[in-house]
């Protein structure tokens, strides 16, 4: 075989290379930086609608890597369920650096860039990022991600991505504001004069009424969720950044004091808010915003005391 046939093959071959590593969804290979680090590293960035996750293996094998988009969809019914939006795989060689780039929209719940193929596990999570999203913002239709080409050098991630927010429509944009169409009072009444004074209201204020963790964490109850699932991620439904990864159940059955007590408690003080039979203390949102300021200022001891004494009331729900 004379030196053209022999080139000729290499050229063949590579191409059949790069094929394969682009059907792996490879945007760009190149030696891994090792300079810190001899274990297998994961780092995210984002630009505008999309984000690039990396992998540094700095091991002495190959290992199967991959990233993964979770975003909040919101169901004709009104419930919110957390569905995967787009997941990209592949193979990285000892020493090298592969690269993943994936449109995110607005809805999104958390990207994942992990080791092996299961992504929830925590011990295979490389790097984790959560997003807060907006309660007025998920997403309705189950989109198709847009594929970015491979290519032999990693491509900005904001050249290729369709922003999805052109065909989702958030929830909020269509109702008609409630205020809008009552006749003020004002125009109708017949003068203070004539009428009877005003009697006294029969109802009685908010509270007196709680379930406790004890009772939302139950498979048996779950028929009293109202608004929220079990599988929804607990640091999406409040907005903060946990030191545990949990859904809401999770966090209702986990121990443990400080944070992951403030977490049942929270848990179940929302529970309590949103369901219509229970006249509870507090309002979903004040509950949202006590939980932040628990975090904003560290003090989980004494916001869970303030969810504790309500959620020990009495539970009017069998």
């Known amino acids: 075989m004379n030196f053209k046939s022999r080139k000729g093959l ?3 071959g590579l191409a059949l290379l790069l094929a394969f590593i682009g059907s792996a969804s490879l945007i760009g290979a190149a030696p891994a930086d090792c300079s810190a680090s001899n274990s297998l590293t994961g780092t995210l960035a984002q630009s505008g609608n999309s984000v690039t996750g990396t992998v540094d293996n700095c091991t002495e094998a190959a290992a199967d890597v991959g990233m993964v988009v979770i975003a909040a969809y919101l169901d004709p019914n009104g419930n919110v369920e957390n569905r995967e939006f787009n997941r990209l795989t592949g193979s990285v060689a000892a020493g090298q650096r592969i690269t993943f780039v994936s449109a995110i929209p607005p809805c999104t ?9 299961n992504d929830a596990d925590p011990a295979n999570q490389l790097v984790r990022r959560v997003y807060n999203v907006d309660k007025g913002s998920y997403c309705t239709d189950q989109p198709t991600p847009t594929p970015v080409p491979p290519t032999d050098t990693p491509v900005p991630p ?6 999805p927010t052109e065909t989702p429509i958030p929830p909020t944009e269509t109702p008609v504001p409630p205020t809008e ?8 009444p017949v003068p203070p004069t004539v009428t009877p004074p005003a009697p006294t209201p029969t109802t009685s204020p908010p509270g007196g009424q709680g379930c406790t963790p004890g009772y939302w964490k139950q498979p048996h109850h779950f028929d009293s969720w109202v608004q929220y699932n079990p599988t929804d991620d607990y640091e999406v439904v409040f907005g903060v950044d946990a030191s545990f990864n949990k859904d809401l159940v999770g966090a ?4 443990g004091g400080g944070e992951k007590a403030l977490g049942r ?10 369901n219509p039979n229970v006249s509870y203390a507090y309002t979903p949102a004040n509950v949202i915003a006590m939980v932040q300021s628990a975090y904003a200022t560290g003090n989980f001891e004494g916001i869970k005391n303030l969810f504790a004494a309500q959620n020990e009331t009495g539970c009017p729900l069998n």
């Open 109 to 117: 719940v958390k990207v994942v860039v992990y080791k092996g193929t």
């Open 10 to 12: 290499l050229v063949l």
């Open 252 to 255: 209702l059955s986990q121990g």
């Open 181 to 188: 169409t009552p006749v003020p009072p004002t125009e109708t």
């Open 265 to 274: 408690h929270a848990v179940a003080a929302l529970l309590n808010a949103v």
């Open 158 to 163: 904001t050249d290729t991505p369709v922003p």
